[in-house]
């Protein structure tokens, strides 16, 4: 389906950060059809159906409720901290809730940055 990062979802992924290092991630929106957008969230259940505010400042895509466009992009440029656990999320209202999420670990024991497959499960 159009609602995933890449291919992954319900948390299928995480990417590992190291804790102060300055992010740059580009996102381009390759669904033919669906608006979609990127924001940092803190983990919660149940997941939210609307953006939240960011929990990391900075780390959101333009036009986070209406989605960029097909062929659309954005690049997400923030400083990866503080260390803990969070989501990558889609702000399109219901995309997020419906799976369009991974994982972002911001870590202050790694050294350099790594891409994990995870187990998909709900965020906790």
């Known amino acids: 389906g159009a609602l995933n990062f890449n291919g992954f979802r319900d948390g299928g992924l995480t990417l590992v950060m190291p804790v102060g290092w300055k992010a740059e991630i580009a996102f381009k929106n390759h669904d ?6 990127a924001e940092v969230i803190s983990p919660q259940t149940p997941l939210p159906v609307q953006p939240v505010s960011p929990a990391i400042p900075r780390a959101v895509t333009l036009k986070l409720a209406t989605g960029l466009p097909p062929e659309g992009t954005d690049i997400m440029r923030f400083a990866a901290q503080p ?26 024991t790694a050294h350099v940055p790594a891409l994990l497959r995870t187990p998909s499960t709900e965020a906790k």
């Open 32 to 37: 033919g059809m669906l608006p979609h957008s």
């Open 83 to 108: 260390p803990g656990e969070y989501l990558i999320f889609c702000g399109v209202p219901g995309h997020g809730a419906s799976g369009m999420w991974i994982r972002l670990r911001v870590s202050a």
